[in-house]
């Protein structure tokens, strides 16, 4: 741990409602591996971009407003955090000394390099709690989403479990897209298998990082895709439990059939 590492920080947020549980500070690193289609912050993808900070100065900024977030905690975001695995371990490891609340959000693409896992992993040893986002669950449509294979996302997913980190999985709806009932109904089955799984958002996909694309002169893929409404969001949401109770109900039934 030191509160000299560096990182490429996008920006900061002092007090973020949506990136965890309570009122976060929240932390935008810079860089990230995937492409995603409707990504908010393309301008998050080059990893050299941005700020060069120390966790240092993140302390102080936190400390600046930490008695206003009650229940809450910081949060590293981006980009993809573990792209900068050692700056986020180290930040992490000066929060938890100081008795904060650490939630990482990440799409754990970055499980895909082995020669990462154990500088993940040590990032995992001072994490409270693992946003984790799952694109698609479908491999082909995932790398047509993203540009990435899900295989390494879906072994990271697991791996959580078997850590005993609490996870809450993300999953950005997207008319046409996201929203297959087959793809919704396998997710569920999927996440099932998350011993630590605290909660589920489906989120509606939007619209409003469309001008990043027109200024950085990105070619927007999803143009004329509707955004998705609460209700489809709601709606996806309960194709997804009910694929996880089905995958449980299968999983009782086969352990009471093997003790019978």
Not at 62 to 75: A, C, P, S
Request: hydrophobic share 35%; glycine share 10%; with cysteine.
């Amino acid at each position: 741990m030191s509160l000299d590492t560096q990182g490429h920080v996008h920006s900061t947020e002092s007090l973020g409602t949506v990136d965890g549980p309570g009122l976060r500070f929240v932390v935008f690193l810079e860089g990230c591996p995937m492409r995603c289609a409707y990504c908010h912050n393309p301008d998050t993808w080059n990893r050299s971009a941005g700020t060069l900070m120390s966790v240092g100065d993140i302390v102080r900024e936190f400390t600046k407003v930490q008695e206003f977030l009650r229940g809450g905690g910081i949060t590293c975001t981006g980009g993809e955090p573990l792209v900068q695995a050692e700056f986020t371990a180290s930040l992490f490891e000066e929060m938890k000394r100081r008795g904060v609340h650490t939630c990482l959000d990440t799409s754990g693409i970055t499980w895909a390099d082995e020669s990462r896992r154990q500088m993940i992993d040590r990032v995992l040893d001072s994490t409270d709690l693992v946003m984790l986002d799952i694109k698609h669950i479908d491999p082909e449509k995932h790398k047509w989403l993203t540009g990435q294979d899900n295989a390494a996302i879906k072994d990271f997913a697991l791996h959580l479990s078997g850590r005993g980190i609490p996870v809450w999985i993300r999953h950005v709806l997207v008319p046409g897209v996201t929203d297959d009932e087959a793809s919704l109904t396998e997710l569920g089955r999927f996440i099932a298998r998350i011993k630590t799984l605290k909660a589920l958002d489906v989120l509606p996909y939007h619209t409003m990082g469309v001008g990043k694309y027109e200024e950085l002169g990105i070619k927007y893929r999803l143009e004329g895709v509707e955004p998705a409404t609460k209700k489809q969001a709601a709606a996806a949401r309960d194709v997804i439990f009910a694929g996880l109770k089905a995958q449980l109900r299968e999983e009782i039934h086969t352990r009471r059939a093997g003790q019978g």
